[in-house]
């Protein structure tokens, strides 16, 4: 093998090289760019759907919490009852007002 054919091997390879290159250009630019896209793209919805999953999760506890407050209500109402009955039943109840007219 003498110089001149080292340079022409050297030259060939820097050839193959440089091709190569591109081609991982453009593999990048076919393969990586779109991948990575639509893993921002599933972030995005990702979060967008943790919000509404919030929204709805606060419209819930909104219910619930009103639905202890009128359960609160109803026990006062059965409390304020029962002790009426009790006070009929023992003979201490108020006589009933009549309407004047």
Sequence with gaps: MNPSDLVQLIGVSTVCVAGL????GLVVRVVIVPVARAKLATAAAQAQSQSSDTARLEGRMD????????????FERVAATAEFDA???????PPPRLPSA
């Design 87 to 93: 006070q009929l039943r023992a003979g201490g109840a």
């Design 63 to 74: 219910a619930l919490e009103e639905e202890v407050r009128r359960l609160g209500d109803s």
């Design 21 to 24: 290159i591109g081609v991982a």
